[in-house]
């Protein structure tokens, strides 16, 4: 097999590259997809918090360095089907606003060389592929869609319907978060899935997430045109004498080096590997890395401000599926703060053996088991800004650096501030305003690792543009400076938004797919028409 010619070649299963392979797929193009990691194996471990958040026993083993060269052990997972395999299923459009120029406490948000128009078409594909579940016009900040939801919300559990009932009284808007799992409420015997308290950061045991693998990687390989090699680890990309196109991609199988080429090589290995797989790349015609003559390719690398704050209460909380609740009010700013604040919803139900490895600060008169019955666990988001100082880079030794010094701080603390606010102002029948206790940060290094969000969104590291000067990738997410390579997974983002990535990467996956039919001279339009009968056939 090694030394075959394809017609493209996709690195990568996640969002970006998962999506890609099956849009691609019915073309009858010969497709090849290498994935450097394994199918996530079934066992009853997926669902056990022990196995999953305190072992990290799916996590990479591979260590990167800081910037003053420590070790660290990022929180990122190489399967079939990337990270969405552990991901929380929330599929989120960006706001028509995050594709201009943004004013920030902390700076710029640049504008995207698209507008959110040009995403919206492969916005609603996507959401049709991935099954999303939400209720549109409940998000006072969600941008013009041209059709509702595939299907209705995933509902609120009593207590979380009790809050979002407190907070409409305070006068803010809570919405249904749209999420991506196969719940059919109405025919709960035949629904895939269970609604489990395992499913954020958690691979789903019954196939019921709509994760790339499941939606995507398993449907494109019906294609006999379409094949998979799993623990194929690209190490790196060789171009022609003109440096003008990838020639070959070295692949490393169970120790030994083989090589592949096709007419189209798709890198979407995750913004941090990707990076680190253009700059492994370098040559003559490339001495930055490939596909670098601008500089950009390992900077701006952004992942948001993340914080999980457990808000106390008297009241126990005995929910079971906790993701079905956000708040976009602060989104773009409030009254006594005129910046971008960002977004408020929440993780899967926090345990006690989680709790016990996040080490968060104890409230009074509770133990961690009493916490984790009694709290509701918030995940909130704040835009940080690209900056070209917080980069990718190589050590002496190949070794994945990551430089990162978190900025526009000010929106996260302003966010907190409006979620104590609005937790004060909660209500309920036995102890009135007494009820809430108050809100306590967990501590996000499980296992004193690098935090969660540190590389769980990572997005913007090869950002595409209209100017080659300033972006390395054009706004088909082509390489400027090489013919026949492409970039699809969250490394193209010029800012980050501050709600969470994957639909867009996914959206921007279909479009660019687009594009490559079109290259291929593959009529779109049919293609598009089978993408929706293998999605209505399911
Ligand atoms: C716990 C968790 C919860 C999350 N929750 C959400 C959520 O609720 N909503 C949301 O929108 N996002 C969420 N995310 C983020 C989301 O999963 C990512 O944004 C998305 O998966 C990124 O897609 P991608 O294509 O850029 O990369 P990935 O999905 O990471 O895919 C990259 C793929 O490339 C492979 N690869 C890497 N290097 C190589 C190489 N050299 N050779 C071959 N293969 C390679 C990897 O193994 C992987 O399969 C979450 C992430 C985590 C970890
Ligand atoms: S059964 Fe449903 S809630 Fe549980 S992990 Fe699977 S998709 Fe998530």
Not at 128 to 155: I, K, M
Request: hydrophobic fraction near 35%.
């Amino acid at each position: 097999m090694s030394g075959s010619h394809y017609d493209v070649i996709i690195i990568g299963t996640g969002a970006g590259g998962g999506t890609l392979a099956y849009h691609l797929a019915p073309s009858g193009k010969r497709i090849l997809i290498l994935e450097r990691g394994d199918y996530v194996p079934r066992e009853k471990a997926n669902w056990d918090p022990q196995v999953v958040n305190v072992d990290a026993h799916y996590n990479t083993k591979e260590s990167w360095l800081d910037k003053d060269g420590k070790e660290l052990h990022p929180h990122t997972n190489y399967y079939v089907g990337g990270n969405t395999k552990f991901y929380g299923a929330a599929l989120f459009r960006l706001r028509k606003q995050d594709f201009g120029e943004l004013r920030h406490h902390g700076g710029i948000s640049p504008a995207w060389p698209i507008r959110y128009e040009d995403l919206e078409p492969y916005y609603t594909r996507a959401e049709t592929l991935y099954q999303v579940h939400g209720n549109r016009g409940e998000d006072p900040t969600e941008p013009r869609a041209t059709s509702p939801y595939p299907w209705p919300a995933v509902s609120h559990e009593p207590r979380i319907q009790q809050l979002s009932d407190d907070f409409s009284r305070s006068g803010l808007k809570p919405f249904h978060v749209p999420v991506g799992v196969m719940l059919d409420e109405k025919n709960p015997t035949r629904s895939h899935c269970i609604r489990c308290n395992t499913c954020d950061g958690f691979p789903c045991l019954v196939g019921a997430k709509s994760d790339a693998q499941v939606v995507c990687v398993d449907e494109a390989l019906k294609h006999s045109n379409v094949s998979l090699l799993t623990n194929a680890l690209v190490k790196r990309l060789e171009t022609d004498s003109s440096g003008r196109e990838v020639r070959t991609v070295v692949v490393e199988r169970e120790r030994v080096l083989e090589s592949y080429s096709a007419d189209i090589v798709v890198v979407s290995c995750g913004a941090i590997n990707s990076a680190a797989l253009l700059l492994r790349s370098a040559n003559d015609k490339h001495p930055r890395g490939l596909a670098n003559a601008s500089d950009v390719v390992g900077r701006h690398y952004m992942g948001h401000t993340n914080s999980v704050l457990m808000a106390i209460s008297k009241c126990p909380n005995p929910t079971i599926f906790q993701k079905t609740l956000g708040v976009n009010d602060f989104y773009f700013g409030s009254e006594d703060f005129p910046h971008p604040m960002g977004h408020i919803s929440f993780v899967g139900k926090l345990d006690a053996i989680t709790l016990k490895a996040g080490a968060p600060a104890i409230a009074p008169n509770f133990t961690l088991e009493l916490m984790a019955k009694h709290s509701l666990d918030f995940w909130l988001t704040s835009e940080d800004l690209p900056d070209p100082n917080n980069r990718v880079t190589l050590s002496r030794d190949g070794k994945i650096v990551l430089n990162y010094t978190p900025n526009n701080l000010e929106a996260h603390a302003r966010l907190q501030g409006k979620l104590k606010q609005a937790m004060k102002q909660t209500n309920c029948a036995i102890h009135g305003h007494e009820c809430h206790q108050g809100l306590f940060g967990r501590n996000l290094y499980v296992g004193q690792r690098i935090p969660l969000a540190g590389v769980a969104h990572q997005n913007g590291t090869i950002r595409f543009g209209h100017d080659p000067l300033t972006s390395a990738l054009d706004v088909n997410c082509k390489a400027h400076d090489v013919d026949n390579l492409y970039v699809v997974d969250g490394s193209f983002f010029p800012s980050s938004a501050a709600v969470n990535p994957a639909l867009t990467i996914m959206a921007n996956a279909l479009r660019v797919g687009d594009h490559i039919l079109q290259r291929l001279r593959v009529s779109t339009a049919s293609q598009n028409e089978s993408d929706t009968e293998a999605v209505a056939s399911r």
